[in-house]
């Protein structure tokens, strides 16, 4: 029996080209359990996926899609029978191996999740790589100690920073959200920011490797030129949780901020993050994201629509969160 899916091919000339198309579920990969996929979601890694490959796709033809959330169909793993609701996220899925931009998937049983109380599976992908990336930043800031000072969240309206926002001012915290569209500032305050910062008043590397103590903690998803100038303004001991590299992969930093002020910079991987923490991630997920704040990220989307969001991605052109249904 055919269903519909995503498929990427590339041409002679390297161009790729993507369209929905129907196959069957002998053409899908070798795993343990077979998912009918509900929802998924579009992250900046989808948008290479779909598009020009960014490296990550090395065979075509491909299906993307990096998460997806749905109902176990068919396992030969002990762990998982058929109904029970799970979410993927990570893991290479959706480059390497085919994703979740189909009405079915077959994966590991070891990159499952199982889906934890109080979410469904469309609020799982309303959450998604980025919101769970998101949580994982939080998790590192409170392990190592939140300061004093507001909470910097960088590329706040993006999909991590929108969570990022949502979660930090539901426990409590001064979110300080930086933007470079002054448009989506009401957005930014409805998820609980108290203070928006403009890109350009923080974009550019200065001379002094210190400034003023500013920042009691900061979930960085920029990078480059940004990341540097932020290092040098968080309190003393404070921590940034680095998830992204939106202004570019190289830092134009000194170790003064590391050395004089005890500065930590927490890289946070969502990819092949060991099963107990994405277990408990999701769990904090469920309690600490405030689901009606979710609900005003979410943009709808069908298979159909992915090529353009695949393309307005790279472009930043994307706000919140996109929930893919599959079936629609």
Request: glycine letters at 12%.
């Amino acid at each position: 029996m055919s269903f519909n899916a995503l498929i990427v091919n590339k041409d002679d000339d390297g161009k790729t080209h993507a369209e929905v198309t129907q196959i069957t579920e002998d053409q899908l990969p070798e795993a343990e359990v077979t998912v009918a996929v509900e929802y998924s979601t579009v992250n900046y890694k989808d948008g290479l996926c779909i598009g020009p490959g960014g490296g990550l796709v090395r065979n075509y033809p491909h299906v993307p899609g990096i998460d997806f959330a749905g109902t176990v169909e068919t396992s030969s793993d002990a762990r998982y029978k058929p109904g029970d609701k799970v979410v993927l996220t990570g893991w290479r899925v959706g480059e390497a191996h085919w994703g979740g931009y189909a009405q079915k998937a077959r994966v590991k049983a070891d990159w499952l999740v199982p889906l934890p109380e109080g979410l469904d599976t469309r609020k799982a992908m309303a959450v998604g790589t980025a919101g769970f990336t998101a949580m994982l930043a939080v998790m590192a800031l409170e392990d190592h100690g939140i300061k004093k000072g507001p909470v910097l969240v960088t590329g706040a309206a993006g999909g991590v920073g929108s969570v990022a926002t949502a979660i930090l001012a539901n426990l409590g915290y001064e979110v300080a959200a930086v933007t470079g569209r002054p448009e989506t500032e009401d957005y930014l305050k409805s998820l609980g920011a108290s203070r928006i910062v403009a890109r350009d008043e923080i974009n550019e590397t200065v001379k002094r490797p210190l400034e003023g103590e500013t920042w009691g903690g900061c979930v960085d998803a920029v990078g480059g030129a940004m990341l540097a100038r932020v290092l040098g303004q968080m309190e003393y001991g404070a921590s940034v949780a680095a998830v992204g590299l939106a202004g570019g992969a190289s830092l134009p930093a000194t170790v003064i901020p590391f050395l004089l002020r005890g500065v930590n910079l927490l890289g946070i991987d969502s990819v092949m993050q060991p099963y107990d923490n994405r277990l408990r991630a999701w769990e904090r997920v469920a309690k600490d994201l405030p689901m009606e704040k979710l609900e005003a990220m979410v943009q709808p989307a069908g298979l159909s629509d992915l090529p353009q969001l695949g393309a307005d991605i790279l472009k930043g052109q994307v706000k919140g969160r996109v929930v893919v249904d599959v079936n629609a």
